[in-house]
């Protein structure tokens, strides 16, 4: 069986950061790396949680929002994916996920879908520990200009 391509990238080499997963025809997967892998920190689920309702709403608000598939968590609990049609280019896409992360942090009202009516399970989301992760990653990407693919990390590490 196929390696899927998120398997096929050496995990000791990614650091936090943002990378093209994959491109499939007309759709690019971005890996926003919250956490180094295998690195024995993880996002908690409350906090992982939260981010998701609040970037995936900002980024369905933003500029890109029609070109925009999916955003959602990584099961291992180090990040996300933010699946975009690929007409949208990369530099764009790297400045809205700088913006929607500063809007996070920015944000005072409530978290986006935190009632019964809207989630599944509402009561597991914090603001502040969102803001406080993504606070941490803005800093972290801050800097970055351009987005490398898991093939230049597996090439020549990030």
Do not use: W
Not at 28 to 55: A, Q
Not at 118 to 128: A, F, R
Request: aromatic share 8%; hydrophobic share 35%.
């Amino acid at each position: 069986m196929n390696k899927i391509k998120s398997f096929r990238v050496d995990h000791r080499k990614l650091g936090v950061g943002i990378y093209v997963s994959r491109v499939d025809v007309d759709i690019v997967t971005y890996d926003l790396r919250f956490c180094k892998p295998n690195s024995g920190t993880v996002l908690d689920n409350v906090t992982m949680h939260t981010i998701e309702h609040m970037l995936a709403t900002f980024v369905r608000n933003s500029d890109i929002k029609n070109e925009v598939l999916y955003f959602g968590p990584m099961g291992c609990q180090t990040g996300f994916y933010l699946l975009v049609r690929d007409v949208v280019p990369k530099e764009k896409v790297l400045e809205t996920v700088k913006d929607i992360l500063a809007k996070t942090i920015k944000h005072d009202g409530e978290v986006f879908g935190a009632s019964e009516i809207e989630c599944g399970n509402y009561k597991t989301l914090n603001l502040d520990c969102a803001k406080k992760a993504c606070r941490e990653y803005l800093e972290a990407i801050r800097d970055i200009n351009d987005i490398i693919t898991y093939d230049d990390v597996n090439q020549r590490g990030c």
